[in-house]
């Protein structure tokens, strides 16, 4: 557990565990769900992801340090390479790249999308970390492709740090999902003429939306239709070698125990996507803070004299046959502490279905503006919620200012203004945007502002600037004593009101 707030530890745990609106979920929801074709193409995006963040790692070499999980997957030169054949990479990429933020990597969405799509559709729950680097140009080429003999499989798995019964393992895990294409080997795969697999693609299992171990107990019991076992040429039957490889024991041990397969798979797809090329420092397991607030917002009003507080709080498996008392405490600059109530407003699983999400809104709360907000404090029921006694800092010396508007039309521009205490005597203010660099990668876009004349006894000076069409999820941003600091959950664009016309 880490102390919140964390603005990338909350965004990597928001992504773990916010199923309901981590724009993950939503696509493996059902986990036959392919938003690439119309039903019935006999594909799902689940099983593009975990192949695309397999062959995303495979370039991995545990020697020199090179390659690993750093979505380089997503370049069009390692696309164009015979060992990446196929559209599932592309597809992959154009549903989860825009997840990714200045807190979120691009190959850190991969593995969270990877790590979910097996925990939600059947698999065991996964560890997920984060912190991976987006690579700026492609790895060397290293994934393994079926014509290939035992022995270049066992020496590519062992250079990218996996045993032989890993790479059984590994690849019997990843081929609980999914198929082979006949359009891209047609060698392998003859036209089914099969309008619920329109693309005709020969699956590993008889499950393949689902995880399970049926890709063991059909390959033990004799059958199985896997393309890569029983397929007519031989040559490309690389999962009969591989599974054969040590006399069928892990298979065997796989069929007859799914949840040894299970913690397995959980085991090796962490390994898989915590891959990563040296140097690279991932952070801790991210579990889920048991009592979370979210989308804290502060605004001043027009007039300086009072500020609006907005917010939210998660709490985790909180029986749904009662109803709870929630309530929000808080410490002001005055020495005052105050209390409110939150209403319930939604709940969501997470992890599979694991786990359930309370969500409660704070009503909207006018506070004095000498007085502000420093901390936080939550009951639940009675029980006090602190971070084991530093409560849940707030500051309130950097805030939206309502005077801060949005001009829609077939464009969307705006004039947003910061308000900064006065005590803070920043250098510089600016408005945080997210861009993205020549390779995709998120960045921050720094909009300077400028500072507004103002009353003289005012406690906060407004600084004001203009935003560009397209610019969004804003965040406030000052330089202090030649430190840049950051404030404020994202605001999108429409986060703001219209301007007066
Ligand atoms: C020697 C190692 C491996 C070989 C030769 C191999 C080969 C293949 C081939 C030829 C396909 C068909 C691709 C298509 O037609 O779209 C495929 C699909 C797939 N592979 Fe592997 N694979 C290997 C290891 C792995 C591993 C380790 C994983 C993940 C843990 C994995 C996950 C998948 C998935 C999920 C699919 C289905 C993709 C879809 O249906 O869209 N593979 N693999």
Redo the contacts with the bound molecule.
């Keep these: 557990l880490y102390i919140w707030p964390s603005p990338p530890l909350d965004a990597l745990e928001a992504m773990r565990f916010d199923q309901d609106r981590n724009g993950i979920t939503d696509l493996i929801q059902p986990c036959s769900l392919f938003i690439f074709a119309a039903p019935g193409a006999g594909?799902?995006n689940a099983?593009?992801w975990?192949?695309t963040?397999?062959h995303d790692m495979?370039t991995h070499n545990i020697t020199d340090g090179t390659g690993g999980m750093d979505a380089s997957i997503r370049f069009a030169e390692e696309q164009a390479r015979a060992e990446n054949?196929?559209d599932?990479f592309q597809n992959t990429l154009a549903a989860l790249l825009g997840l990714s933020t200045r807190y979120i990597s691009i190959a850190d969405v991969l593995a969270a999308g990877t790590i979910i799509a097996f925990e939600n559709c059947g698999g065991p729950e996964i560890a997920f970390r984060g912190g991976r680097v987006d690579a700026s140009e492609p790895n060397a080429p290293g994934v393994?492709?079926?014509q290939?003999d035992l022995e270049s499989?066992t020496a590519?798995?062992a250079r990218q740090g996996f045993t032989q019964t890993e790479?059984i393992g590994?690849?019997a895990?990843?081929?609980t999902?999914?198929?082979?294409?006949q359009a891209?080997?047609p060698q392998?795969v003859p036209v089914l003429n099969d309008t619920n697999n329109a693309q005709s693609?020969s699956h590993?299992d008889s499950t393949?939306v689902t995880f399970d171990n049926n890709v063991a107990t059909e390959y033990i019991s004799g059958t199985t239709q896997n393309p890569?076992v029983v397929g007519l040429n031989d040559t490309?039957n690389?999962?009969k070698r591989?599974f054969a490889s040590d006399g069928n024991a892990t298979m065997a041990s796989f069929a007859s125990s799914a949840s040894l397969f299970a913690s397995t798979c959980a085991d090796?797809?962490t390994r898989?996507v915590d891959t990563v090329p040296a140097g690279v420092q991932l952070t801790d397991v991210i579990t889920p803070l048991p009592v979370k607030p979210d989308l804290i917002d502060l605004t001043l009003s027009v007039d300086q004299k009072t500020m609006q507080f907005t917010g939210m709080l998660r709490v985790w498996n909180l029986p749904q046959t009662t109803t709870h008392d929630v309530r929000l405490l808080w410490d002001d600059r005055a020495g005052g502490t105050n209390n409110v109530s939150l209403v319930q407003s939604r709940v969501a699983t997470s992890s599979g279905g694991r786990a359930t999400a309370t969500w409660f809104s704070f009503p909207t709360l006018t506070l004095d503006v000498t007085a502000g907000i420093t901390n936080m404090l939550f009951a639940i029921d009675n029980a006090i919620e602190d971070q084991g006694g530093v409560g849940f800092a707030i500051q309130d010396d950097l805030i939206w200012s309502n005077t801060s508007c949005i001009t829609e039309g077939a464009t969307v521009t705006g004039k947003l203004a910061i308000a900064v205490r006065n005590d803070l005597a920043p250098t510089r203010v600016y408005a945080e945007s997210l861009g993205r660099d020549a390779v995709d990668r998120p960045v921050v876009v720094e909009t300077d502002f400028t500072l507004q004349p103002g009353a003289a006894n005012a406690l906060y000076a407004v600084w004001s600037g203009a935003i560009a069409n397209g610019q969004q999820d804003f965040t406030i941003g000052a330089e202090i004593g030649g430190v840049k600091v950051t404030r404020n959950d994202i605001r999108s664009v429409f986060d703001f009101s219209p301007c007066a016309t």
């Design positions: 594909r799902s099983a593009d975990i192949r963040a397999y495979a054949v196929g599932g393994p492709e079926p290939q499989h590519a798995f790479m590994l690849v895990c990843g081929h999902f999914g198929g082979v294409q891209l080997f392998i693609v590993f393949f890569l490309t690389s999962d591989i090796l797809i898989m």
